[in-house]
T-cell receptor, first 114, second 114 residues
Framework: DGGITQSPKYLFRKEGQNVTLSCEQN?????MYWYRQDPGQGLRLIYY???????QKGDIAEGYSVSREKKESFPLTVTSAQKNPTAFYLC?????????????FGEGSWLTVV | AQSVTQLDSQVPVFEEAPVELRCNYS??????LFWYVQYPNQGLQLLLK??????LVKGINGFEAEFNKSQTSFHLRKPSVHISDTAEYFC????????????FGSGTRLLVRP
């Protein structure tokens, strides 16, 4: 079945460590996104990419980095510069072009700093 | 900048009662409007979307929403809720200039009681 796969589902990070969250999609979508969700808050956009080898900062990009070497993959690295990384991270994708295209979401990854 | 306001952080309701979840947006341009549902520890699933045409939009699971341009609202309704409707509901907006990006509200937790 087509969809978006995020891994791992749960991840623990020690202070000062970088960690990478994986996101893979087989929907043949051009655009991919990373959102952060904190309890009681909506989703905030971290980074997005509309095409391979190109990506843009969202509203809260500081302390995060991404790459888009393949159409199917958009990994997110949470660096040690991110001071409050504990959150639920959601990867999403949609076709570029057209209007009002539905954005599809993965199942999410929980990151906890220990 | 666009914004989305969901006035109610939590809405408790008894099973088989009707429910309305409120959503207001701020935008001076044409907008596309979405409602997503999130079950615990999962990603978001599209309930319905408004792109153009009829202001009454029907979605999955018996939900519907009405676009009101003069009041800049897009309230979600269901005439009779089930226990299984207990979840977090997010309203989101994008505009014609950046239709690939969504701005989310803070979410409304619907709690259906027996």
């Amino acid at each position: 079945d087509g969809g978006i796969t995020q891994s791992p589902k749960y991840l623990f990070r020690k202070e000062g460590q970088n960690v990478t969250l994986s996101c893979e999609q087989n929907l043949n979508h051009d655009a991919m996104y990373w959102y952060r969700q904190d309890p009681g808050q909506g989703l905030r956009l971290i980074y997005y990419s509309q095409i391979v080898n190109d990506f843009q900062k969202g509203d809260i990009a500081e302390g995060y980095s991404v790459s888009r070497e393949k159409k199917e993959s958009f990994p997110l690295t949470v660096t040690s510069a991110q001071k409050n990384p504990t959150a639920f991270y959601l990867c999403a994708s949609n076709p570029v072009g057209g209007t009002g295209n539905t954005i599809y979401f993965g199942e999410g990854s929980w990151l906890t700093v220990v | 900048a666009q914004s989305v306001t969901q006035l109610d952080s939590q809405v408790p309701v008894f099973e088989e009662a009707p429910v309305e979840l409120r959503c207001n947006y701020s935008s001076s341009v044409s907008v596309y409007l979405f409602w997503y549902v999130q079950y615990p520890n999962q990603g978001l699933q599209l309930l319905l979307k408004y792109l153009s045409g009829s202001t009454l939009v029907k979605g999955i699971n018996g939900f519907e929403a009405e676009f009101n341009k003069s009041q800049t609202s897009f309230h979600l309704r269901k005439p009779s809720v089930h226990i299984s409707d207990t979840a977090e509901y997010f309203c989101a907006v994008s505009d014609s200039d950046s239709s690939y990006k969504l701005i989310f509200g803070s979410g409304t937790r619907l709690l259906v009681r027996p």
